[in-house]
């Protein structure tokens, strides 16, 4: 079964007044082309609906990480704001991925071991562009909750005045100056932050 069809209103954004996003400008500086590539192994389902796009899926990712969103707020950032839109491929009218998808994307990239290798050639583009690491790192983590109680892989982390959580931790390290993230490492959600990576 084939990827969804993305995009084909392109016009979809046509007409309207609208002023040009930083997101515009970011995305014009990537060679997505060689980014696609690296998505080749993953394939669509031969069941049920089609599956979205790879690229449309990473570069929605790309944003939960940039602006530190959840898969919800992703979602919602998706469904809401044309800039988000614009840089995924989607048009100003079509569905876009609910937060399920998103879980079930992470989970094929990191069993193709692609998660750290497509982080590294989207932060090597930019900094080929010119974006440079100036002065230090940034490490944060986030918690994304797996999407059953039955995954092996996700583990139960409680936090202070915060209820317990099944599920996973993406450790994200950002440049000081820029907030451009250089290193993404997702783990189980009980592994504490200094002991992700270097």
């Not at 046509?14 to 394939?43: E, F, M, N, Q």
């Not at 932060?123 to 080929?128: E, M, Y």
Request: aromatic fraction near 8%.
């Amino acid at each position: 079964m084939a990827h969804r069809s993305i995009g084909q209103e392109r016009f979809g954004f046509a007409g309207r007044a609208r002023s040009a996003s930083s997101l515009d400008t970011l995305g014009k500086l990537i060679d997505w082309a060689s980014v696609a590539a690296l998505l080749d192994p993953l394939y669509s389902a031969s069941k049920g609906e089609p599956a979205w796009p790879p690229l449309a899926m990473f570069k929605a990712l790309l944003l939960s990480i940039w602006y530190d969103l959840s898969d919800v707020k992703l979602a919602e950032a998706l469904d809401d704001r044309a800039s988000f839109r614009r840089f995924c491929g989607f048009s100003g009218t079509e569905a876009t991925p609910e937060r399920t998808a998103f879980v079930r994307f992470r989970k094929e990239l990191v069993a193709h071991k692609l998660d750290r290798l497509l982080f590294l050639a989207v932060t090597a583009q930019l900094k080929s562009k010119a974006v440079t690491v100036k002065t230090g790192t940034l490490v944060d983590a986030t918690i994304i909750a797996s999407a059953s109680e039955d995954d092996d892989d996700a583990r139960w982390v409680k936090h202070k005045g915060k209820r317990a959580v099944h599920g996973f931790k993406a450790h994200v390290g950002a440049d000081a100056d820029t907030a451009l993230v250089e290193e993404v490492s997702i783990t189980s959600a009980n592994i504490n932050d200094g002991k992700a990576g270097p």
